[in-house]
């Protein structure tokens, strides 16, 4: 299967300073992009929607000068937590899709960020 | 409306028995649909896909998943369980081009 890779796997920061995600393709050109958050023993929620070279689309209630996502290129999405905050901490699951994939999801491996 | 009933939070069973996971959905068209599994802080890997090709599907580590239109399900089984099974599962379907709807997935339990 089509390969997602994600980047860091685990980050602590301090309150107050910024974090990026990287989320790639590996294998696949992904045109587009997901940004999901999860909390324990819960499903997704989704936050974005990217295309390649297009602004995202942020689901209700997710600020979008807090999760900064750039897709600038068919193969990486970033996602930057600004001025990240303790209600920040959470596992971040970033997946990709294309024509090439048949539309399939591909998940990351999810990024574990605790804010202190 | 599209939307995604995983039936069961949870399921236990025990090691060696069949494994039922029961997902049923609602659309207005012929959506495709997906089985994931996810296991403890890991990504989401994915198990089988439904998309309008075979109403029976075969997917990875022995876990297939039926079709069923007249009774909107999407069931996942297993034959038998092994203790490696035991993870998150989620029930996936779509809802327009690049437009997807989570279950609230089933935690499987395998006993030994």
């Known amino acids: 299967g089509a390969v997602v890779s994600q980047h860091p796997s685990w980050v602590i920061c301090k309150s107050g300073t910024s974090v990026k995600i990287e989320c790639r393709s590996l294998?696949?050109?992904?045109?587009?992009m997901f940004w999901y958050r999860q909390f324990p023993k819960q499903s997704l929620m989704l936050m974005a929607t990217?295309?390649?070279?297009?602004?995202?689309?942020?689901e209700q209630g997710v600020e979008k000068d807090k999760f900064l996502i750039n897709h600038a290129s068919l193969t990486l999405s970033t996602l930057t937590v600004t001025s990240a905050h303790p209600e920040d901490s959470s596992f971040y699951i970033c997946s990709a899709t294309g024509r090439t994939v048949q539309e399939t999801q591909y998940f990351g491996p999810g990024t574990r960020l605790l804010v202190l | 409306a599209q939307s995604v009933t995983q039936l069961d939070s949870h399921v236990s069973v025990s090691e060696g028995t069949p494994v039922l996971l029961r997902c049923n959905y609602s659309?207005?068209?012929?959506?495709?649909l997906f089985w994931y599994v996810q296991h403890p802080n890991k990504g989401l890997q994915l198990l089988l896909k439904y998309t309008s090709a075979a109403t029976l599907v075969k997917g990875i580590n022995g876990f297939e998943a039926e079709f069923k239109k007249s009774e909107t399900s999407f069931h996942l089984t297993k034959p038998s369980a092994h203790m490696s099974d035991a993870a998150e599962y989620f029930c996936?379907?779509?809802?327009?081009?690049?437009?997807?709807?989570f279950g609230t997935g089933t935690r499987l339990k395998v006993l030994a």
């Open positions: 996936v379907v779509t809802a327009g081009t690049y437009k997807y709807i």
């Open positions: 294998d696949f050109q992904a045109t587009t």
């Open positions: 659309s207005s068209y012929s959506p495709s």
């Open positions: 990217s295309n390649e070279g297009s602004k995202a689309t942020y």
